[in-house]
């Protein structure tokens, strides 16, 4: 069979990269369709860390925030030292006055924090969160927005 699908033209269809189709729709700011995507990547790769992080982006934008902090614990129950779950999560428990909480994933995050420039951002924006937490001083060039993407 492999054989005539080879001669007239048949055979597997190419493979679709859900997981950097949803990236592009996530950047595009089309989070449902992105969060399509994304699901479908799960079903390729089922309990990846990185795919579920984006997931929780997506719910985060369309304003499932539930969903959004429910998919991080998830992550993070396979992974504690996830840093991109624990900053997610960080700020979604600050949206809900869970200082507390979102103080020890801000630390977290920090304990564990990527080294790359790409994430410089994001720590800069986590050490300035906390800092404000703590009632510390801090240095306000630090005060960035949270980039829109995590690592």
């Known amino acids: ?17 859900y ?28 309990g990846d860390a990185t795919v579920l992080q984006q997931i929780a982006i997506c719910y985060t934008r369309i304003g499932m925030t539930e969903e959004a ?13 996830s840093a991109g779950a624990h900053y997610g999560l960080a ?13 020890e994933h801000l630390e977290a995050f920090l304990a564990q924090a990527p080294k790359d420039g790409d994430a410089e951002d994001h720590v800069r924006h986590a050490r300035s969160t906390l800092a404000q937490l703590r009632g510390e001083a801090h240095d306000a060039s630090a005060d960035v927005p949270p980039p829109d993407e995590l690592f």
């Open 1 to 17: 069979m492999a054989f005539w699908n080879k001669l007239f033209g048949g055979g597997e269809a190419p493979r679709v990269d």
């Open 19 to 46: 997981y950097n189709e949803g990236v592009e729709l996530l950047m595009d700011g089309k989070f449902h369709e992105a969060l399509t995507s994304f699901r479908l990547a799960l079903k390729v790769t089922p």
């Open 69 to 81: 902090a429910k998919t991080y614990r998830q992550v993070l129950q396979e992974n504690p030292a």
């Open 91 to 103: 700020f979604l428990l600050l949206r809900g006055d869970e200082l507390e909480s979102a103080t």
